[in-house]
């Protein structure tokens, strides 16, 4: 399928990059995005992954050019491109309106970027038709985009930015304009695509379930600085803070105190009990277990004693919030058919293998 | 912490865009040349004589008596108009939003909101003093009474507020429908009745607004020339006075001292009203209204209140069909049958309206488009672009505004007679078309603008980003996405400057030399020599110009614009 190949993907380095702005009510200038350092291999999917007003998309956006990086240099596939505008980068944005032409039917849409870049009129065609079967969107060239579906626009924009095969892919929160249903079809498409081309992806996200499926790396970012980067699982079940344990998914954090080392384990006091957490680092003194409700079975026997604060069934899972010593601790006991349903006011016990807890230096 | 390679990085993105650079460069040019220098060269000239720097001019004028009165009837007209225009305003825009009325007064209001959109801004001294002067069909007519004195202050409050109060309405019909009806219905259910809930909610929620409106029609009316110069009789405003010290007194530094005292209380009420109450008002009614509103019906409201709108609009209309009706009786005042075209045959054949509408057309359409233009260009900028200079490009485009056209006009003659600060240079272009047509723009460039901007606005700004992502230069971006997207509102504001210049006169009856007739000029010599048949012959037919490009439009955005595709679309 010749032009669906992407050409040589770019890697993308961002070198100490800085943004600036002015809060408007105070005046004070503050730092949008603080001393970011970043080296994106080509062919990679990379997701800026944080709250709103993390800097995330202002660091997109930089990428693309719309803004200008008060400090640091941007490179792409080795060139420095801080002074040029966005039409003279490399880059292809898929924004979260999908930001169509409204005036253009799909095939125009998808055309545009190649009519500026002066392609002959038959490869035009041969490639647009191409990128529309990719996307799933045959039959569909002579529709007004106000005659499609959300998903369906979706894809045009995605078609749009890839036919110009760019030597990178950026996504500003693509599909937060989805419903749930969609939005999970959508984004194994987004990889799909994208894995089959080889292209280099920089998407940026807010929800951490939609990073953890696509991403390759996550960047999670906090106040305009990096808060952790690495791949999914990585960053899952090794946070480095309790902000980056408690961003990507439920979680729970029981204070205790670091006993020693018991073979790969550390030791630990929990409200006078003893449990093992898995540690490749020496700790010692007071810290925090970091545990993954689902990480957590509760049963007449166990580990921690605790009672039950609340107990309600979810469908696939039986929740529970119980009490541990001061803590409250969320547990999503999976699958609960045929096991006890402890009831509130219940006494339990919960357990947890170690290698499923994590320990957080308080 | 520092944000210098960032300002420097976006200069040199701004650099690497000729298109861009040059259109900045040029615009800039442009609005320094003809709105920022006319009005300096005021200030500069009032302050600086050839005894060197002194207020000695300023002293001179301000021992004028003529002077010190045309400024306190200046104030006087301007705030009773203000308020009469914000009253009659609220009035028919409450009886519009919250009553329920018969399909034909609703009719009555639309014409009323249209009327002095097409009609030159003037029209209705005219009829005011056919119907009502000393040989008035209503006062000597119809009353008998023959020595109605309609000249002066009450002629001019009348006048003006029957001209400015459809602004006004406008604007209240868009607030009323902002307020969300469950306050109101809110404070029904706690008890109140329907004049404790205008009171309590409604009109405290209005109260910014109406503010606004009343200082625009301040604004608007101070700023005014033709209808005091035709109704005022020797009750002088400002705008007036400063007239006929250039053409009477032949004073030209009086004039530009003059100009400037009214220029700072125009620009004085336009910030307040431009930084201060517009804010407010955003303010309290940024909301959309949740639901339709219930229609009062009850009769006891709906009846006086349409009969009060109604027949105020039915005057209003009548006053304006008797200009095309004055055209036609042979004597105004004396015989009025049988009707005859004989003031339409002497515009042409006695008194050179073929001359007079050909110019006036020509300069109007060659200043449309460029108007049109140059303020979509604006607004882009201001809206989607982010650059250095835009503060100021915004800034002196708005500034217009506040700019009384008498006030423009004394700028150009002091500015342009005798070239660029006296020195000849650029002197070649007073008194040719193109100083008219520079006029024309500059006087309509702050509405379209205006319009421009709150139309471009509603377009998502990552349109136009992702043009310029896929590797579209800024003319690239501006033609094929936001032009297209626009198209109705460029259309309406070409139609707007045109019907503007068409219309124009208080600037130009200033600028314009001998060589170019223009029809409100025109209309507003014979209306000042009592000619009230030939001048009317030459305000109908400038009416039927103008509606006929109005009309033209509507038709057009009907049938070709792009709201009416995505509406087709959106059907199937």
Same mark, same amino acid.
């Given at each position: 399928m010749s032009g669906t190949k992407a050409k040589e993907p770019k890697g993308v380095r961002l070198d100490h990059i800085s943004k600036i702005y002015k809060?408007?009510? /105070?005046g004070q200038d503050f730092y949008a995005v603080h001393d970011v350092e970043l080296d994106i291999k080509p062919g990679s999917f990379v997701t800026l992954l944080g709250?709103? =007003?993390?800097?995330k998309t202002t660091t997109l956006r930089m990428i693309a050019g719309f803004e200008s990086p008060d400090e640091g240099e941007i490179y792409l596939g080795g060139e #420095? $491109?801080?002074?040029? /505008?966005p039409n003279k980068r490399d880059t292809a944005m898929v924004f979260q309106s999908y930001?169509? @032409? #409204?005036?253009?039917n799909v095939f125009d849409n998808v055309a545009y970027g190649l009519k500026l870049r002066k392609v002959p009129k038959d490869e035009i065609k041969e490639r647009v038709t191409n990128i529309l079967k990719l996307v799933e969107l045959? %039959?569909?060239?002579?529709?007004? !985009?106000?005659? *499609?579906?959300g998903g369906q626009q979706q894809r045009v924009a995605l078609a749009r930015a890839l036919v110009v095969e760019p030597g990178v892919l950026l996504f %500003?929160? &693509?599909?937060?304009? *989805?419903d749930a249903k969609l939005r999970v079809q959508m984004r194994t498409e987004i990889r799909r695509i994208q894995q089959a081309l080889g292209i280099t992806a920089i998407y940026v996200t807010h929800d951490q379930s939609e990073a953890m499926a696509i991403s390759d790396n996550i960047i999670l970012m906090k106040g305009g600085v990096i808060a952790q980067m690495g791949s999914p699982t990585d960053i899952y079940y090794h946070p480095n803070s309790e902000f980056v344990a408690d961003f990507i998914g439920e979680c729970n954090f029981l204070p205790c105190t670091v006993r020693g080392r018991e073979g790969q384990d550390l030791a630990a006091d929990v409200y006078g009990n003893t449990v093992m957490v898995r540690s490749d680092k020496d700790y010692s003194g007071s810290g925090e277990i970091v545990l993954r409700p689902e990480a957590i079975e509760i049963a007449d026997e166990g580990m921690l004693p605790c009672k039950v604060e609340l107990s309600c069934f979810m469908g696939s899972y039986q929740n529970y919030h119980v009490r541990v010593g001061d803590t409250l601790v969320k547990i999503a006991?999976?699958? #609960?058919? =045929?096991r006890k349903i402890f009831q509130v006011g219940d006494e339990a016990k919960i357990s947890f293998r170690s290698e499923c807890a994590h320990i957080l230096k308080a | 912490m520092a944000r210098g390679q960032g300002a420097a990085l976006d200069r040199k993105k701004l650099m690497a865009d000729p298109i861009m650079m040059t259109t900045i460069v040029l615009l800039i040019t442009f609005l320094t040349l003809f709105i920022l220098y006319p009005l300096a060269i005021l200030l500069v000239d009032s302050l600086y004589g050839s005894e060197g720097f002194s207020f000695a001019t300023f002293s001179r004028i301000f021992q004028m008596s003529s002077f010190r009165r045309a400024i306190t009837n200046t104030l006087k007209v301007g705030f009773v108009v203000g308020i009469l225009s914000t009253l009659l305003g609220l009035l028919f825009a409450y009886v519009e939003v919250y009553v329920r009325m018969r399909r034909f007064v609703g009719g009555l209001f639309k014409v009323v909101s249209m009327l002095p959109v097409v009609? &030159? &801004? @003037?029209?209705l001294s005219l009829s005011m003093i056919m119907l009502f002067?000393? +040989?008035?069909?209503? !006062?000597? @007519? *119809?009353?008998? $009474?023959? %020595?109605?004195? $309609?000249?002066g202050y009450w002629g001019i409050v009348i006048v003006q507020t029957l001209t400015f109060f459809p602004v006004c309405y406008m604007m209240m019909k868009g607030l009323l429908k902002n307020i969300d009806p469950s306050m109101e219905e809110a404070s029904r259910d706690m008890g109140a009745s329907r004049w404790k809930v205008f009171t309590t909610v409604t009109l405290p929620l209005l109260l910014p607004g109406l503010g606004n409106a009343f200082l625009v029609t301040f604004i608007e009316s101070i700023a005014d020339f033709a209808n005091p110069m035709i109704i005022g009789g020797s009750y002088d405003t400002l705008a007036t006075t400063i007239y006929l010290q250039i /053409?009477?007194?032949? %004073?030209k530094e009086g004039a530009a001292a003059m100009a400037v005292v009214l220029l700072c209380i125009t620009l004085g009420m336009f910030a307040v009203q431009k930084y201060y109450l517009e804010k407010k008002t955003a303010a309290t009614l +940024? =909301?959309?209204?949740?639901r339709v509103r219930m229609l009062i019906e009850d009769k006891s409201v709906t009846i006086p209140l349409t009969v009060l709108c109604s027949l105020t609009a039915i005057f209003v209309i009548m006053m304006y069909v008797c200009v095309p009706i004055g055209a036609l009786f #042979? /004597?105004? =005042?004396?015989k009025f049958t049988p009707l005859t075209f004989k003031w339409f045959e002497q515009v042409f054949t006695k008194y050179s309206g073929l001359q007079a509408f050909r110019d006036s057309f020509v300069l109007s359409i060659i200043a449309a488009p460029i108007t049109a233009l140059l303020s979509m260009i604006i607004s882009y900028l201001v809206v989607k672009r982010k650059f250095r200079s835009k503060g100021f490009i915004e800034a002196v485009s708005i500034l217009?505004?506040?700019? &009384?056209g008498t006030v423009l006009g004394v700028g150009y003659i002091r500015g342009f007679a005798n070239g660029i600060f006296h020195t000849? @240079?650029?002197?070649?272009?007073?008194?040719?078309?193109l100083i008219l047509i520079i006029v024309f723009v500059v006087r309509s460039l702050p509405t379209g603008t205006r319009s421009g901007i709150s139309a471009l606005r509603q377009i998502d700004k990552s349109i136009e980003e992702s043009a310029y992502d896929m590797g579209a230069d800024s003319l690239k971006v501006f033609t094929s996405v936001t032009l297209p997207l626009i198209k109705d509102s460029f259309l309406s504001g070409l139609v707007t400057a045109f019907v503007r210049s068409i219309t124009a006169i208080s600037a130009i009856i200033l600028l314009v030399t001998p060589s170019y007739l223009l029809i409100t000029v025109q209309i507003n010599e014979f209306a000042e020599k009592g000619a009230f048949s030939i001048a009317c012959a030459f305000a109908t037919i400038l009416i039927i110009i103008t509606y006929g490009s109005v009309l033209l439009m509507n038709f057009i955005i009907k049938h070709f614009g792009t709201s009416r595709k995505t509406k087709e679309v959106k059907q199937q």
């Open positions: 809060n408007p009510k /105070t709250p709103s =007003g993390c800097g #420095p $491109i801080n002074a040029l /505008t930001a169509l @032409f #409204p005036h253009y045959t %039959d569909m060239e002579q529709r007004m !985009t106000n005659q *499609l579906s %500003d929160e &693509p599909l937060s304009n *989805l006991d999976n699958c #609960p058919v =045929g | 009609s &030159p &801004p @003037f029209v002067g000393r +040989s008035g069909l209503i !006062t000597r @007519f *119809l009353l008998g $009474i023959y %020595d109605n004195n $309609i000249y /053409t009477g007194a032949m %004073d +940024s =909301g959309k209204a949740s #042979p /004597t105004w =005042g004396y217009a505004m506040a700019v &009384p000849g @240079f650029l002197s070649g272009l007073y008194g040719t078309g």
